[in-house]
Structure formats: structure tokens, C-alpha cells
């Protein structure tokens, strides 16, 4: 990783630590989130995994609107100066259920 892909992965970082935290006071069953990337295929490469604790909590996300949580990514994004086209595309959810169910809980391999 090139020493400016070693800074931008800071700054997302920083700023997705920020989302992360304030997802957990507003958004009900909410975890963790992370990032992955392929610097050499930026911003097009860039994928955040939101984790909630129950399959359930996911899918009332996608029936209530998962406007607040792209929004907050989003911002956090925009703010570094990192614009996505349509942030959706980016954005997935994932649970710690359905990871223990097919991954025994094992998140390294899941991701």
C-alpha cells in the first residue's frame, strides 16, 4: 500500500469510527461497521459492511429506511472528500446471526 492509500485508509477509518458511533445511539440493533478497498480501484472498490445483532434487525432497517445510516456514512465520506456516485451501492448489512449460522461466528472468513 502506497504511503497516500495508508493516509486515506486512516481518514476513512477515523471518520467511519465516528459513523460507527453515533449508528449506535440512533439506529436499533446496530453492532459495528467495517471497510474494505482495493486502492488501485478507487472510490469504485470502496465497500462498508454494517453489522446488527439479528437478521430481524437488518431487515426492519430495510422496511423502515436505512436513510439515516447511508446519510451518516455519506457525510463522513463527503467530508474527507471522498464522493460515491450512489452510496447505496456501497453500503452493505450483514448480522451476527447470520454469520454465526454459516460462519461459526467467524468474521474474517465471512468478509
Known sequence: MRKTDKKLDNQIRIG?????????KE?????WL??????KEFPKSLKIVCV???NDDVANLKINGE?????LINNKLT????????????????SDEACAK??????AKRL
Open 102 to 107: 454459516s460462519h461459526q461466528g467467524h468474521w
Open 16 to 24: 467511519l469510527t465516528e459513523v460507527c458511533d453515533n449508528a449506535l
Open 52 to 54: 446488527f445483532e439479528s
Open 34 to 39: 467495517t471497510h474494505m478497498v482495493n486502492y
Open 67 to 71: 436513510a439515516r445510516l447511508v446519510e
Open 27 to 31: 439506529i436499533d440493533g446496530f453492532l
Open 79 to 94: 467530508a474527507i472528500k471522498i464522493k460515491l456516485t450512489n452510496p447505496s451501492l456501497h453500503i452493505h448489512y450483514d
